[in-house]
């Protein structure tokens, strides 16, 4: 198997799992994962796009969907008001809290899967993984 069918399959595998095993009711699995990564600091709407891997008008629906679920709240960036990020109300908070306490729990029952002996190089081979991936996002660059 080579890398671009590793990745496939583990895509797949790991949608399937999130899919499964983390849910907000009245929430659809676009906004699970912006509200899983916006920081107590906010995120730009622009840095939110790319980070999903959605255009901007799509992540714009996305945001406004939870903006009216009263999740999220705009705000214009200091520096630039042409600039928008977005923040997690009070509410987006507890429920990002409870997405992360899911994700720990997935993660709990992946770590059991994993021989006790082998969990420290599986951890340091994903999060080469990882970073690997996160470079390859910020080259902006299309691959295909």
């Given at each position: 198997?080579?890398y671009?069918?590793?990745?496939s399959?583990?895509l797949?595998?790991?949608?399937?799992l999130?899919?499964?095993?983390?849910?907000?009711?009245?929430?659809?699995f676009?906004?699970?994962?912006?509200?899983?990564?916006?920081?107590?600091?906010?995120?730009?709407?622009?840095?939110?796009?790319k980070?999903?891997?959605?255009?901007?008008?799509?992540s714009?629906?996305?945001?406004?969907?939870?903006e009216?679920?009263?999740?999220?709240?705009?705000?214009?960036?200091?520096?630039?008001?042409?600039?928008?990020?977005?923040?997690?109300?009070?509410?987006?908070?507890?429920?990002?809290?409870g997405?992360?306490?899911?994700?720990?729990?997935?993660g709990?029952?992946i770590?059991?899967?994993?021989?006790?002996?082998?969990?420290?190089?599986?951890?340091?081979?994903?999060?080469?993984?990882?970073?690997?991936?996160?470079?390859?996002?910020?080259?902006?660059?299309?691959?295909v």
């Amino acid at each position: 198997m080579n890398y671009g069918e590793l990745l496939s399959s583990f895509l797949v595998d790991l949608q399937s799992l999130y899919r499964k095993n983390i849910s907000i009711d009245g929430a659809s699995f676009p906004q699970i994962l912006a509200l899983s990564i916006i920081t107590d600091d906010g995120i730009e709407m622009s840095a939110l796009s790319k980070k999903i891997g959605i255009d901007n008008s799509t992540s714009t629906r996305l945001i406004i969907g939870l903006e009216k679920k009263g999740w999220v709240e705009l705000k214009p960036a200091h520096h630039d008001k042409r600039v928008i990020r977005v923040f997690l109300t009070i509410y987006g908070d507890e429920i990002q809290a409870g997405l992360e306490q899911q994700f720990d729990k997935l993660g709990s029952v992946i770590e059991k899967e994993v021989d006790p002996l082998d969990r420290n190089e599986m951890i340091e081979y994903i999060s080469s993984l990882h970073w690997i991936l996160s470079k390859i996002i910020l080259r902006d660059n299309k691959i295909v």
